[in-house]
């Protein structure tokens, strides 16, 4: 069974700190991993994925995630979040050649001012 | 201008109804996928179409039957409306095949089952 985890359902930090939200993976084989974005009452928006390569990925608004196999991983981190990154994060995984996203129950992220 | 229309954007409808979402698109994109997410689940795939072809139906009742009249279009039909399917759905869409595409979604529909 191909599974993604995410274990933390809430996280709270204050502006200008920096935070990780955690991702785990069960799958076999070559995946595509990915985290995506929903603002209250907003549909998901892309934020970066990973396939081959360079195991740390750069996304937009100074997002980045870092693949581990070893452990399994693809876990979010922003160096100092704002206010406007209070958001559902939601890690995906897919595998190779896969027409399905599979996505984790995704972490509240709330930035207190 | 919204890239992704999902209509309506709030639905009632009552058990043993049948309703249909729609879902558009103009990002020029070949595929186009429908996600459930529901307080008891986290958000679901239900069904991923590529240049109107069926490539993947992760929805396990037949009440759930995807429609495409165009290539950017697809829309949803629920028939025998129960409770349960209280949700908001998504529509998305991606240029590029399959689960590992940069996948763009709509604002949603949310369907109430009363």
């Known amino acids: 069974t191909q599974t993604v985890s995410q274990s933390d359902a809430h996280v709270t930090v204050f502006e200008g700190d920096s935070v990780e939200l955690r991702c785990n993976y069960s799958?076999?084989?070559?995946?595509?991993l990915s985290w995506y974005i929903q603002h209250h009452g907003r549909g998901l928006q892309f934020l970066l994925k990973?396939?081959?390569?360079?195991?740390v990925v750069q996304g937009v608004n100074g997002f980045e995630a870092e693949f581990s196999k070893s452990d399994s991983s693809f876990h979010l981190r922003k160096a100092s979040v704002h206010w406007s990154d209070s958001a559902v994060y939601f890690c995906?995984?897919?595998?190779?050649?896969?027409?399905?996203?599979?996505f984790g129950s995704g972490t509240q992220l709330t930035v207190m001012p | 201008d919204p890239k992704i229309i999902q209509k309506p954007k709030y639905l009632v409808a009552v058990t043993g109804s049948e309703k249909i979402l729609i879902c558009e698109q103009y990002?020029?994109?070949?595929?186009m996928y429908w996600y459930r997410q529901s307080a008891k689940k986290p958000l679901e795939f239900m069904f991923s179409?590529?240049?109107?072809?069926l490539m993947d139906n992760q929805t396990a009742s037949s009440r759930f039957q995807p429609q495409s009249s165009k290539k950017n279009h697809l829309d949803l039909q629920i028939t025998a409306l129960k409770p349960d399917d209280s949700a908001t759905y998504f529509c998305?869409?991606?240029?590029?095949w399959g689960g590992g595409a940069e996948q763009f979604f709509g604002p949603g529909t949310r369907l109430t089952v009363l």
């Open positions: 990002l020029g994109h070949n595929a």
């Open positions: 995906a995984a897919a595998s190779s050649g896969s027409w399905q996203l599979i």
């Open positions: 799958y076999g084989g070559s995946i595509y």
């Open positions: 990973y396939y081959s390569g360079n195991p």
């Open positions: 998305a869409s991606s240029q590029d």
């Open positions: 179409y590529s240049y109107q072809k």
